[in-house]
C-alpha cells in the first residue's frame, strides 16, 4: 500500500538544472532513509544520493558538487536538485526509501518509485 510518486524529470540542455520531487503515500509509520538511483541505457542500476530521517546526506562521487538531495519529513517528500546538469547524466531516476508501515512490527520495507525520465542534450 505505500507507494512512491516521481515528478520533475524532463529534457534540458548541458548545464541546466532540473529538481525531482518523490512523494511517499500510504500507510507508514515512519519513513527512514531515502534515496535516489539512476540508470543510464544500456547500464546497470546506480546510487546517486541517500539521506536518512536526519538529514545525513551522501553523494555518488559523479554528483559531488552538483547535486543536492534534501526531504520534508512533514510531507514524506524526498527532492533532489540538479545542476550543471551533463549529458552523461541522462537515464531514468528511481527514488526509493525504507519504510516501517506498522506500530506493532519493527520489520521495514523498502519500496522504489516507477521512475522520472531525465535527457540531457550535449
Known amino acids: 500500500q505505500v507507494q512512491l510518486a516521481e515528478s520533475g524529470g524532463g529534457l534540458v540542455q548541458a548545464g541546466g538544472s532540473l529538481r525531482l520531487s518523490c512523494a511517499a503515500s500510504?500507510?507508514?509509520?515512519?519513513?527512514?532513509?531515502m534515496g535516489w538511483y539512476r540508470q543510464a541505457p544500456g547500464k546497470q542500476r546506480e546510487l546517486v544520493a541517500t539521506?536518512?530521517?536526519?538529514?545525513?546526506?551522501n553523494n555518488a562521487d559523479s554528483v559531488k558538487g552538483r547535486f543536492t538531495i534534501s526531504r520534508d519529513n512533514a510531507k514524506n517528500t524526498v527532492f533532489l536538485q540538479m545542476n550543471s546538469l551533463k549529458p552523461e547524466d541522462t537515464g531514468v531516476y528511481y527514488c526509493n526509501a525504507v519504510v516501517r508501515t506498522s506500530i506493532s512490527a519493527y520489520s521495514t520495507l523498502e519500496i522504489w518509485g516507477q521512475g522520472t525520465l531525465v535527457t540531457v542534450s550535449s
Open positions: 500510504g500507510r507508514i509509520f515512519r519513513l527512514n532513509a
Open positions: 539521506i536518512t530521517s536526519d538529514g545525513t546526506t
